[in-house]
């Protein structure tokens, strides 16, 4: 049988992943909003078939099967930005950032032994260049985690209201996600990587490594729309 039409309007989390978008996600489906958290046919998409047309009505077709109106991507998705946000007629766009040498710092700890800062830098301006595609394309929500990771119930209703939806969260049960790791239970939890000691030595050859490699333009994008937000 034939694929249904996609929905008109999701809410789409791009990111660049270890930056908070699980807690968010978690966040919109304690609100009430039928969220889903990285669900593998994007990311076969964007990892195979990156450039297949084709496939926008099979993405679109499956996510109204599924019937959800938020879903967090997986950071590969980035290499795919406009084949799934295309899949939809008039997606609400969100991408999540971290200050660069926080999040290099977070993605060594996972593998300190084989952590690059020449290779995590090269990583972090591939992935943005999937935001550079969406913001020709879209209005793009920028979230920064330093914003939310002290979770808020003002700061997800704004949310809230941005992507249409009715629904609200309480301040008692923002809280309590704040208080929780939104990763618990995962090989990327707090737990999983708390004797991973701090390497001074990483962040600094990572600033330098970031500073030549930084996509200038991108950056100097990111700085006016989240100064106008804020």
Known sequence: DALPEAPASPTLIFSIGRCGSTLLHRAFDAAGLRSVSEPDYFTQVALRRPSDPALRSVIGGA??????????????????????????????????????????????????????????????????VGLDSLIQHYDVRICYYEDFRSLTAHYVNDLLAWTGAGARIRPALAAELAAKDAQEGSVVSRESVRDVPEDPAFREAFRNEWARLRPAALIEWIKAATSVAR
């Open 63 to 128: 996510t109204q099967l599924l019937g959800y109106t938020v879903i967090k991507l997986r950071a590969e998705c980035n290499h795919a930005p406009l084949l799934i946000a295309g899949a939809f007629r008039a997606p609400r766009v969100m991408f999540v950032l971290r200050d660069p040498v926080d999040w290099a710092a977070s993605v060594r700890r996972l593998s300190p032994a084989a952590a690059d800062p020449g290779g995590i830098a090269a990583l972090l301006r591939a992935l943005l």
